[in-house]
């Protein structure tokens, strides 16, 4: 019998993206693992993007909305419009070595219980690492694991809290388990920390993630190399508040308790440094409280559907 290779479709958002989307599609039309289908939705750029969509439109399918309605929000989207085995979740930003797809999707099959794959993230002209999965702390901050080590780092194959939404292989069974009413990633979220809300989801729930140096990709991250004052204010107030929303929804009350010294330590800083160096953040509080009567249904959604052992998921939790 012979064995059909697994679909994979591919689902990009981009928003004023033309500095980098053409390079990024090049680098997934070279892949040598066969692409079922790309996919990109467009967030209403009012750059070159959309001309430069235009030149690829037979070879991809273009979704535009009229409005930004945010990373999160244009992927699901995206995956509501695809049925393949896989799904992998790019970055407009980032371009693919030829047989990215090829490395992950062969890690993932030989592991079921894999619900997530991704590679070596690199910068692009530093030498040194962008991701090789995603950590978190005590504190419940998350990082790219490996940030700013050199390239030749991180050489062995191994799973992982979880995988940067950068260039991530989400598998179909995953997304659908994981899913809370048809949002793989949770608009609440619009943007920034979602990938980090959805590795804490899977955990919960039984699927774990991968991590295969082979894969290699260049990762741009334009202005988010040149510190947090480069970032846009709206930037910072999403990723500031998304970390709430995040532990709101995912936390365990027992181990807020267990780690609530570096809890309390970091709350504390992070409250002076915000209320003296970034007061313009504080008003995202409004959005949090405004959507907290959604955030606690998906919090009841996922605790009552939780599969694992708790200790099973906080083992990931660095000091």
């Known amino acids: 019998m012979v064995n059909v290779p697994k679909t994979v479709n591919v689902h990009i958002v981009t928003y004023q993206s033309d500095k980098y989307i053409e390079a990024c599609l090049e680098s997934v039309l070279r892949q040598t693992y066969p692409i079922e289908q790309i996919i990109i939705v467009d967030n209403a750029s009012a750059d070159r993007t959309r001309a430069i969509l235009s030149k690829y439109q037979d070879k991809i399918h273009i979704i535009f909305n009229e409005s930004n309605v945010g990373f999160a929000p244009a992927h699901n989207q995206a995956i509501r419009a695809s049925t393949s085995d896989y ?14 797809v090829t490395q992950l999707a062969e890690g993932i099959e030989a592991h079921p219980e894999v619900g997530s794959a991704t590679g070596k993230l690199l910068r692009s002209q530093e030498g040194t690492i962008d991701s090789t999965g995603l950590i978190i702390n005590l504190a419940r901050r998350a990082f790219d ?19 940067s939404g950068a260039a991530a292989l989400y598998s179909r069974k995953m997304i659908e388990d994981t899913s809370i009413d048809g949002e793989f990633f949770d608009a609440d979220f619009f943007a920034y920390k979602e990938d980090v809300d959805v590795a804490w989801r899977a955990q919960l729930l ?26 846009p204010v709206f930037v910072r107030k999403l990723s500031y508040i998304n970390r709430y929303k995040m532990m709101l929804k995912n936390d365990h009350l027992g181990y807020v308790f267990l780690h609530c010294l570096p809890l309390l330590v970091y709350e504390i800083m992070s409250f002076g440094y915000t209320v003296v160096r970034e007061p313009e953040l504080l008003p995202a509080w409004g959005d949090f409280f405004r959507k907290l009567p959604s955030l606690m249904r998906k919090r009841k959604w996922i605790q009552a559907k939780r599969k694992v052992l708790l200790r099973h998921v906080y083992r990931w939790f660095l000091k």
Not at 91 to 96: A, H
Not at 214 to 229: C, I, P, Q, Y
Request: glycine fraction near 12%.
């Open 87 to 100: 799904a992998l979740v790019l970055n407009p930003d980032i371009r693919l070595h030829e047989d990215y």
């Open 145 to 163: 694991r490996g940030a700013n080590e050199p390239a030749l780092d991180w050489s062995g194959t191994s799973e992982v809290f979880g995988v």
């Open 206 to 231: 039984g699927w774990s993630a991968y991590y295969e140096p082979k894969a290699l990709a260049l990762h741009e991250r334009g202005w988010k190399s040149g510190g947090r004052k480069e970032q």
